[in-house]
């Protein structure tokens, strides 16, 4: 194996504690100064790991998650087209095409109003390669049932 692979991967039960560890949070909440830029996140519901994702952006991440667009809430999409049964498929709509249809549109607010109500947790991750195989550990470890590694 390649050691400076080797190494990155030697690293993640460490991180992954650490994110397990960290206090949990809900949207409305006062986030800490300190809080880092980079790093992978963790929504659960009901103590339940639901979502894993990773960013260079933490704190305005999370909270597009709960209130932005297709685009930026890429989990509330994901609960929407679940609950409407637009799973992604060859020749389905596109993202814009669902975002514009009322009953999606209906589905992702609602979704949105989910993510929102749903706890959150981070771990400081700098480096890009250790946020993706993080990302990738815990979600597999954890078993989070909206994150799929699938190729577009």
Not at 30 to 52: I, K, N, Q
Request: glycine letters at 6%.
């Amino acid at each position: 194996m390649d050691s400076r692979f080797a190494a990155l991967v030697e690293q993640l039960p460490i991180l992954f504690e650490r994110l397990m560890s960290c206090p949990i949070h809900k949207f409305g909440s006062t986030l800490p100064v300190d809080m880092p830029e980079r790093g992978v996140y963790l929504f659960s519901e009901s103590g339940e790991a639901r979502y894993v994702g990773r960013t260079n952006r933490l704190r305005s991440r999370l909270r597009e998650h709960g209130s932005g667009r297709h685009n930026d809430a890429p989990f509330a999409f994901k609960l929407a087209r679940h609950a409407t049964g637009h799973l992604k498929a060859k020749g389905g709509l596109s993202r814009i095409e669902l975002e514009a249809d009322p009953a999606f549109s209906s589905a992702f607010a609602k979704a949105r109003e989910t993510v929102r109500n749903m706890e959150w947790r981070w771990v400081q991750v700098d480096d890009p390669d250790t946020q993706c195989l993080l990302e990738i550990y815990a979600s597999i470890a954890l078993r989070t049932p909206f994150n799929d590694f699938e190729n577009h």
